[in-house]
């Protein structure tokens, strides 16, 4: 991996219960509960053109997360919203990334911790797209984990909490360990569940095919690219999705808030020819995302 300025050490400022404070001076202490015990849900946004995208609906999803964990956040989503709008403008982001992050702080040490504090920060930072989508439609390479998306019964499944992302970081190593962009996991069944960090769609005579989100999170971009396909009279069908299937389908694309729409080239033996309708639905993303400056 290339490296990057760290992660702590940047100018700038970062939002943290309540007040916009230096990048730098934005600090946990090492016996912080969700270090320990991964109560920590999150969020990642993308800024365009200084806006950012679906913005509410993902300061509800930051709620929904926590809810889902046993805690409530401080702040209500209208208060997170303007939050987010003025960390982006604090830092004067265009084209960027948010990261807000909800947690239990270090008032208890155990499983149990109650009367934790809940703590909320917002961090963002300049991200603009590195692919021209003629490179996009080389489609990228994923590998099949070996990992499975658990049950709706041994996890809060639908909260985008951090500890579900443990599977997905080791999945997403050992993929790009042998030469791959990422991996597609299947679920505890067996079925097509989704990319360590994207929603995975499929085409197949026309007809646009993706797993029911019935134990992953069930994306934004996802939503959003479904609403594009049906507003071109594309049929959309959520299903449940067999991995032999792959073997029939002819393209295929992953959606998510980093990967935007991301043509799929390869998942594991079977082949895919990234092609009009994965590129009517790239065009028809960005088209979307960055319709204020069209307008
Ligand atoms: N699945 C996982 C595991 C993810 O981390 C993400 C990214 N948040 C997605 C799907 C796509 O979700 P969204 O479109 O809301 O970014």
């Known amino acids: 991996m290339a490296a990057t300025q760290p992660f702590d050490d940047r100018d700038g400022f970062i939002w943290m219960n309540g007040q916009l404070i230096p990048h730098r001076d934005a600090k946990v202490h090492i016996?912080?509960?969700?270090?320990?015990?991964?109560?920590?849900?999150?969020?990642?946004?993308?800024?365009?053109?200084?806006?950012?995208?679906?913005?509410?609906?993902?300061?509800?999803?930051?709620?929904?997360?926590?809810?889902?964990?046993?805690?409530?956040?401080p702040y209500s989503v209208a208060e997170i919203d303007k939050a987010t709008r003025d960390v982006v403008a604090a830092n004067k982001i265009v084209d960027g990334y948010v990261r807000p992050i909800a947690w239990r702080g270090s008032e208890m040490m155990g499983v149990s911790a109650q009367a934790a504090r809940?703590?909320?920060?917002?961090?963002?930072?300049?991200?603009?797209?590195?692919?021209?989508?003629?490179?996009?439609?080389?489609?990228?390479?994923?590998?099949?984990?070996?990992?499975?998306?658990?049950?709706?019964?041994?996890?809060?499944?639908?909260?985008?909490?951090?500890?579900?992302?443990?599977?997905?970081?080791?999945?997403?190593?050992?993929?790009e360990a042998e030469g791959y962009d990422d991996a597609l996991m299947y679920d505890w069944r067996g079925l097509i569940a989704e990319a360590t960090g994207a929603n995975v769609f499929f085409i197949k005579d026309g007809t646009i095919h993706t797993p029911t989100p019935d134990c992953f999170l069930d994306g934004i971009t996802r939503r959003a690219v479904i609403?594009?396909?049906?507003?071109?009279?594309?049929?959309?069908?959520?299903?449940?999705?067999?991995?032999?299937?792959?073997?029939?389908?002819?393209?295929?694309?992953?959606?998510?808030?980093?990967?935007?729409?991301?043509?799929?080239?390869?998942?594991?033996?079977?082949r895919f020819t990234p092609g009009k309708i994965s590129k009517t639905l790239m065009d028809d993303f960005t088209a979307l995302v960055r319709r204020k400056k069209a307008a």
């Open 118 to 175: 809940i703590n909320v920060a917002i961090a963002t930072w300049v991200w603009p797209s590195y692919f021209t989508p003629e490179a996009r439609m080389k489609g990228i390479r994923l590998q099949i984990s070996d990992w499975k998306r658990p049950s709706p019964e041994t996890i809060p499944c639908r909260s985008k909490a951090a500890g579900l992302y443990m599977i997905c970081t080791l999945s997403k190593h050992k993929a």
């Open 31 to 73: 016996l912080t509960h969700a270090l320990h015990y991964a109560s920590s849900v999150f969020e990642g946004e993308r800024v365009y053109d200084g806006e950012v995208f679906k913005l509410t609906e993902h300061s509800a999803r930051l709620a929904e997360s926590a809810r889902l964990l046993g805690f409530k956040l």
């Open 227 to 270: 609403g594009l396909a049906q507003a071109r009279q594309m049929k959309v069908i959520e299903r449940a999705i067999k991995p032999e299937e792959m073997a029939d389908f002819s393209e295929c694309f992953l959606t998510g808030t980093a990967a935007e729409v991301t043509p799929v080239s390869e998942i594991g033996q079977y």
